[in-house]
């Protein structure tokens, strides 16, 4: 549905015509997150200052209209998906790190800063910003603090929500809220903060972000450990994790993926195997070596058929790219996929692994998995094509079994993708009902109008069709986003 007149006017006359856009075109490119969800917003508007968030929002309000922030376009729950029209309120504009106090440990940064780009900045002062999500060249860190986006260096050092001290957020009746600041010390309204940091933004528009950063650890090692069997490669993560030391990162990937991959990039990986662990130590330079080590003699005893430490950075990198390219080697394969994000406690990984092997044979489908395995995070993907509307039943099923069965064994729907459209059926059975409806009551003083981010994360609202799996429907619509 085109915007209205009265709402371009408006929107026009705080922001540039330039950055009010409504060409077809514009509208498609805004359309869609890295899921296969794909809905034209009414308008885009590419803001650059906190003020000019507060003055869309007001406009929004008076108009009646939703309103959807977003970053970089890589999230993997529908979370930036204007499934119900609206504006888009598109926050790429501002990627200004506006400081960098290598003294205090801390940076102060637009929500439009790219991950890499904070990351590269970082290093530049022998600094370093641990979480390090795979879309790290794509994805916003207004973007990771709203899905509280983690990556593999979070095995040892922690997630988004653990890095963010200090957030600007503007609240959906305009108001500029700044919680926290640069003490790495929390002050009293640290929980506040906290309220905002995976909120999806559903609960305010993120300006501006302050994070801590670390001193970089000086030196770093990589192991590749080869495993004929999957459950033998899950099985070894606690043996790994008990030898002693916490390493870097610890992720899995499974023949499936192993063999896209190598198709993708000629990584030379070793397709015949049924799993690889890559590990990964940091510290200072004289720790390597012993805690290589134990890393080789672990994988060793659970079972690994191959075990090689990296031989230099360049190999190193050979391996975290092909670790990294995942996801998109799995378009050589099948059109579409649903990559799912579920959380299990160590313990349960083995089962959890056997149970995704199981559900897939039984349904008939193609799930690769990989992910941390380290925090019990798996991505199972399952592949498929949206075309074929029998297989997208199937898919549904699946996926349903595989959130069931991750809650059962304690885990959550979630380990960082957030819910978006994609999971929100399933909040109900993952969270209690009086948190529930406490989530429902603080959305609900904060937007009593339920313009931001509507239908997101909670489905209160009425809802334009859309393919969620717990609907386990596939409705015309939606476009497919090929390749995604
Ligand atoms: C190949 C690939 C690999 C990935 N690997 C990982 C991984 O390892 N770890 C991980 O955690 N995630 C991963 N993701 C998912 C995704 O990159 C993260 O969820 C990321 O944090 C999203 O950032 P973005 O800027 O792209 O946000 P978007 O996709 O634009 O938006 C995501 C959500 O954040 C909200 N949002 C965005 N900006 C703001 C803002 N300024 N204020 C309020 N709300 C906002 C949106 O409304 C939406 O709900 C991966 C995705 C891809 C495609």
């Known amino acids: 549905m085109p915007a209205s007149r009265a709402l371009i006017a408006d929107l026009c006359a705080v922001l540039p015509r330039g950055r009010v856009l409504t060409?077809?075109?514009?509208?498609l490119v805004h359309g869609y997150d890295g899921t296969w969800l794909d809905q034209t917003p009414d308008v885009v508007v590419a803001v650059t200052s906190t003020e000019e968030i507060a003055a869309v929002l007001r406009i929004a309000r008076r108009h009646q209209m939703p309103v959807i922030p977003r970053g970089g376009g890589s999230g993997l729950a529908g979370g930036a998906v204007p499934h119900a029209g609206g504006i888009v309120l598109s926050t790429t504009l501002m990627h200004h790190i506006l400081a960098l106090d290598a003294h205090s440990l801390t940076a102060v940064v637009q929500p439009g800063v790219v991950n890499a780009a904070l990351q590269a900045?970082?290093?530049?002062?022998?600094?370093?910003?641990p979480p390090d999500p795979?879309?790290?060249?794509?994805?916003?860190?207004?973007?990771?603090?709203?899905?509280?986006?983690s990556g593999p260096r979070c095995l040892k050092y922690g997630g988004t929500k653990d890095y963010v001290i200090g957030l600007e957020v503007v609240?959906?009746?305009?108001?500029?809220v700044r919680?926290?600041?640069?003490?790495?010390?929390?002050?009293?309204?640290?929980?506040?903060?906290?309220?905002?940091?995976?909120?999806?933004?559903?609960?305010?528009?993120?300006?501006?972000?302050?994070?801590?950063?670390?001193?970089?650890?000086?030196?770093?090692?990589?192991?590749?450990?080869?495993?004929?069997?999957?459950?033998?490669a899950a099985r070894a993560v606690g043996t790994v994790l008990s030898g002693g030391i916490l390493p870097l990162a610890l992720e899995m990937m499974d023949q499936i993926?192993?063999?896209?991959?190598?198709?993708?990039?000629?990584?030379?990986?070793?397709?015949?195997?049924?799993?690889?662990?890559?590990i990964d130590v940091d510290g200072d330079e004289m720790s390597i070596p012993d805690q290589l080590d134990t890393v080789v003699q672990a994988c060793r005893s659970a079972g690994a058929t191959i075990v090689e430490p990296a031989s230099s950075e360049e190999d190193s990198a050979r391996l975290w790219r092909a670790r990294r390219s995942t996801s998109s080697s799995f378009g050589r394969i099948r059109p579409n996929k649903l990559g799912e994000d579920i959380s299990v406690p160590r313990s349960a990984i083995p089962a959890m692994?056997?149970?995704?092997?199981?559900?897939?044979?039984?349904?008939?489908?193609?799930?690769?998995?990989?992910?941390?395995?380290?925090?019990?995070?798996?991505?199972?993907?399952?592949?498929?094509?949206?075309?074929?509307a029998a297989?997208?039943?199937r898919v549904a099923l699946a996926a349903r079994e595989i959130f069931a069965e991750a809650l059962r064994l304690g885990g959550t729907l979630s380990g960082e993708h957030g819910i978006g459209l994609l999971k929100r059926a399933f909040m109900p059975a993952s969270v209690d009902s009086a948190a529930l409806a406490l989530m429902r009551q603080i959305k609900r003083t904060l937007d009593p109008d339920n313009l931001l981010n509507p239908g997101k994360l909670l489905s209160d609202v009425a809802l334009s069709p859309v393919l969620t799996i717990g609907d386990g429907r596939a409705t015309p619509g939606f476009a497919v986003s090929p390749g995604s």
């Open 257 to 278: 993926t192993l063999r896209c991959v190598e198709e993708y990039l000629q990584a030379g990986l070793p397709t015949e195997s049924e799993a690889v662990l890559l």
């Open 179 to 232: 919680l926290g600041g640069r003490s790495h010390q929390p002050g009293p309204d640290h929980h506040l903060l906290r309220l905002f940091v995976g909120s999806e933004g559903t609960l305010g528009v993120i300006s501006e972000v302050t994070v801590r950063l670390l001193p970089k650890p000086a030196a770093r090692g990589t192991v590749m450990a080869a495993f004929d069997h999957l459950e033998e």
């Open 391 to 393: 297989e997208m039943e």
């Open 23 to 27: 060409e077809p075109e514009d509208l």
């Open 353 to 388: 692994v056997r149970a995704v092997q199981e559900i897939a044979a039984r349904y008939n489908l193609l799930i690769p998995l990989f992910g941390h395995i380290g925090d019990g995070n798996l991505h199972p993907n399952i592949l498929c094509d949206l075309r074929d």
């Open 171 to 176: 609240l959906p009746d305009g108001d500029v």
């Open 121 to 129: 900045a970082a290093e530049r002062h022998g600094l370093f910003y």
């Open 134 to 149: 795979a879309s790290l060249n794509q994805a916003t860190i207004g973007g990771n603090v709203a899905t509280s986006a």
